[in-house]
Structure formats: structure tokens, C-alpha cells
């Protein structure tokens, strides 16, 4: 089998870190296909589909503070990207009327027509992926995972709790 990040853990580790290199290594490996077939079949990157992705979410546009925001990446990348996916003419950017020094971040319609095209593949090799999991198997864990995000999203800012020695179980 192929060393992946699960490979770090051994069967003496807790429950939750197996579980959590678990998530990641699947995360990745899909990441991974991901990322090869927008090379192969879109010469693009994943995070220039992620910036249009932002983009044809905000037809209005976006700053490039709010686009590093969301990305969760420097702006510098941010910089980057934009001014590859502008000389491509799959973005524009606009001064800020209220701050010429900030730009307004747009889709132009060959952005939006190429996005799409993008959109509609990734969202198939998405589809695939997951085959194998029934419906009811999806449900189940989108369900479980809405928890745990919920768990952890009350959790921003606040120090985790005690682990009692009862909940250490392997």
C-alpha cells in the first residue's frame, strides 16, 4: 500500500488521531487527482480555479484583501495568480472609486465561459471519486461531518476542553 499520511499512526494511537490522519489522507489523495486532471485537461493549477471559483461566486468582484481572505493565502499569491489569469483575459481588475490604491477583482465573460466549462468537469471527477459510497453512505457522513464542523466551530477562539480518561479509548 502506498505510504500516505495514515501511515504516521500506529494501532496503539488514540482513536481520533487515526481518524484525523484518515480525513487527511483522503483529502489529499483526492486533492491530488484533482490537481493532475485540472493540469492535464485544463493546463490550470487548483488554487487559479479556487480564485475563480470566488469569483463566479461574487459576480460584483472581489477585493484582493477579501480574495486572500478566502483563499486563505498571502496576498502576494493572491498578486500572483491575478496577474497570470489577467494577461490570460480570464480576469479584469477595476479601481476602487472610494481607494485607488485597492482593486476590485471581476470575471470576464471568457473567464466565466472558461470557469464553467471547469466547473461542470471538477464537479464530475468530485462525483466519481465518491462512487463508491451509496447515497445513504454520503448522507451519513456529510451528516457526522456537519457535526463535528458545527463541534469545532464553537470551539474558534476558546481553549479545547479536558479530555476525561474515559474518552481516551483506542
Do not use: Y
Not at 9 to 36: F, K, M, N, P
Not at 102 to 127: N, Y
Amino acid at each position: 500500500m502506498e505510504l500516505d499520511l495514515e501511515s504516521r499512526a500506529r494501532a496503539d494511537d488514540h482513536q481520533a488521531l487515526r481518524l484525523w490522519l484518515r480525513l487527511l489522507s483522503c483529502t489529499h489523495r483526492i486533492e491530488g487527482v484533482i490537481r493532475s486532471r485540472l493540469r492535464q485537461d485544463f493546463a490550470t493549477t487548483l488554487p487559479r480555479f479556487d480564485l475563480l471559483a470566488q469569483l463566479e461566486r461574487k459576480p460584483e468582484g472581489l477585493s484582493m484583501r477579501e480574495l486572500s481572505k478566502r483563499l486563505m493565502v498571502t496576498g502576494g499569491n493572491i498578486t500572483g495568480i491575478t496577474d497570470q489569469l489577467e494577461l490570460e483575459g480570464l480576469v479584469v481588475r477595476e479601481a476602487r472609486p472610494s481607494d485607488r490604491r485597492s482593486f476590485t477583482v471581476k470575471l470576464t465573460p471568457a473567464g466565466l465561459r472558461q470557469f464553467k466549462r471547469m466547473a461542470s468537469t471538477h464537479e464530475q471527477w468530485v462525483v466519481e471519486l465518491l462512487a463508491a459510497w451509496s447515497v445513504e453512505e454520503k448522507s451519513q457522513v456529510f451528516g457526522l461531518l456537519a457535526g463535528l464542523k458545527t463541534q469545532l466551530s464553537n470551539l474558534d477562539g476558546l481553549e479545547l476542553p479536558a479530555v476525561k480518561a474515559k474518552d481516551n479509548a483506542k
